[in-house]
């Protein structure tokens, strides 16, 4: 049977910023510094870190750049229990009725009324790819694992395709612990 | 197709304890307090909690009972990863070679120097259930769930076959929240 191999990649805790926000928390015409740039083309880790406090105790992150349109809080069910936030399973993006939390930066603090989320697992594909491994946008495909004794097969991943893609799975801290992961691999793509 | 469903139980971090340990830990000739009875015939959690130590941080934890022969901690790798112990995964009672920790109760404290695990998982059948199912002790099984939009296959499901069995499939925490699992719930046995 011909195997469509696709990288699979944990995403750690995190969050995204608007210019706004950023200001509040790092001080006036704040610039990120880049530290890593990630599969997604023009995305970049920073070395800033802030910190997200909930009903029961906070957690730190790192933030991942560029700035966005709305600010974002991405972490996993584990972590989100542990600072007593009943953070849904969202889409980036979707954050309507999502929890929001307090953030806490060098130069101030934001309140946010919504925007955590702990992310759907989710694979990226540019158009090419998609072509090249029968997928649509939107589409429900599942990733198979086999490592460290823990195999599995993950349904509900949602295709994105997009032009600036980078092919990579995209699961969360719980995810790749229940899969025993290593670190970055490669999974096998069933449609 | 005939469907084979199996309660599918989360536990989560806890440790288990020698009848010498709970001594150090609580007091001579300590009595463990059971708080709920357990599926597996003869197991309970218990009131009592106590602190598990690893290089970098502390969690606490209930104890499971009755009192066993070797003292073991149990807690999923995202936890193990917290307190900075790198723990692991194996089924109950492999414990050669695993890390150590610290643990301390009201009246005292421990150090093992194995016994830190991520729990390899497993489903208990009685003998006469494994008939039914099909199952052999030992044998590796697939469990389907389909929850909350994490709808996944977890392969690496070590069958367990004893007669003190109560029929059901245990996972940890990161496993639970990796299948968006909203309790105990029911999945599907896949041979």
Known sequence: ??????????????????????????GK????????????????????KVEVIGPKSSIKMSI??????????????????????????RMSGDLKGTPGCKVIGP???????????????????????????????????????DYNERALIFGDVIARVSKTAGLAVHIDTDEANAAGLPGTVDGEVIL
């Open 64 to 89: 991942l750049g560029p700035v966005r349109p709305e600010t974002q809080v991405e972490l996993a069910k584990t972590e989100a229990r542990s600072i007593g936030i009943d953070a849904p399973t």
């Open 107 to 145: 130069k101030g603090e934001i309140t946010i009324d919504h925007g955590v989320i702990v992310a759907k697992r989710h694979a990226h594909f540019t158009p090419e790819q998609a072509v090249e491994y029968g997928v649509k946008d939107g589409q429900n495909i599942q990733i198979k694992l």
């Open 29 to 48: 015409d704040y610039k990120l510094t880049p530290k890593k740039d990630l599969s997604q083309v023009g995305q970049f880790a920073c070395v800033e």
């Open 1 to 26: 049977m011909f195997v469509l191999k696709i990288m699979v990649e944990t995403s750690a805790r995190h969050i995204h910023l608007t210019q706004e926000d950023l200001d509040t928390l790092f």
